[in-house]
């Protein structure tokens, strides 16, 4: 009885310790995938599948939907739409164990598949869900960029006075007063998106603003471009 007591501790020390090697394992990985994202897209898979993998095996409810938030943006990336969404759903059907903030974030990479699709109704309908958990989690530069995605696509559909009221309010979270007084100063709402695209790169290329999310507007932006 007393080895078998022994054995269960040992067993119970080291699936703790396994626990706490698993979530810095993890860690690394993600900071692997971010490594390469401009610089190796099988690298980057390569690094955020593996850390996927190993939050499934986990467990932690929260750990898995930070992964699979980082994963998805790699994989929309690639044009990787439906694994992505796939990946994504996770989140979504365990919205009650999440916090807003990476809620927030999650149905900002769906809207932006739906985007960049071209599905705008769809989209829309997302970046909504994204503004009000951004709100609650107050997250300015969320804010700023999904009612900027809001005013290029009411842009697109032709509606210039939902477009110029969602760059309003895109500009109303870039708190930054030169962008303010240029914006005041722009004639058209193409002026005006292009305003609000300059300071929302200039936002993101902030190094303390880089090292907390690899997922910007920025590479929205350029991977328009392509996809296009």
């Known amino acids: 009885m007393k080895i078998l007591g022994t054995v269960l501790l040992f067993f119970l020390c080291f699936a703790s310790l ?7 394992d993890i860690d690394s990985l993600l900071q692997l995938a971010a490594k390469y994202h401009t610089q190796n897209q099988d ?3 390569h690094y955020a599948s593996l850390a996927h993998q190993k939050a499934i095996v986990l467990g932690d409810t929260a750990m898995i939907g930070r992964v699979s938030y980082l994963y998805s943006y790699y994989l929309v990336t690639q044009n990787k739409f439906d694994q992505a969404k796939e990946i994504l759903q996770f989140n979504f059907d365990h919205e009650s164990k ?3 903030g990476l809620l927030g974030e999650s149905y900002y990479t769906l809207a932006n598949i739906y985007y960049l ?28 960029r999904s009612n900027l995605q809001l005013s290029v696509i009411y842009k697109k559909k032709e509606d210039t006075v939902l477009s110029n009221h969602f760059a309003d309010a895109s500009l109303y979270h870039t708190g930054d007063p030169e ?3 240029k914006y005041a100063t722009a004639g058209t709402i193409e002026e005006k998106i ?20 690899p997922v910007s507007y920025t590479h929205l932006r350029a991977h328009e471009t392509r996809h296009d």
């Open 18 to 24: 396994l626990s706490q090697t698993s979530g810095q």
């Open 43 to 45: 690298s980057t898979n």
């Open 98 to 100: 999440l916090s807003p």
């Open 117 to 144: 699709k071209e599905e705008w109704d769809t989209a829309i309908e997302n970046y909504l869900k994204a503004l009000a958990l951004h709100e609650i989690s107050q997250n300015s530069r969320g804010l700023a």
């Open 179 to 181: 962008y303010h007084r």
């Open 194 to 213: 292009n305003q609000l695209e300059q300071a929302i790169r200039e936002q993101e290329a902030n190094k303390n603003y880089s090292l907390q999310s």
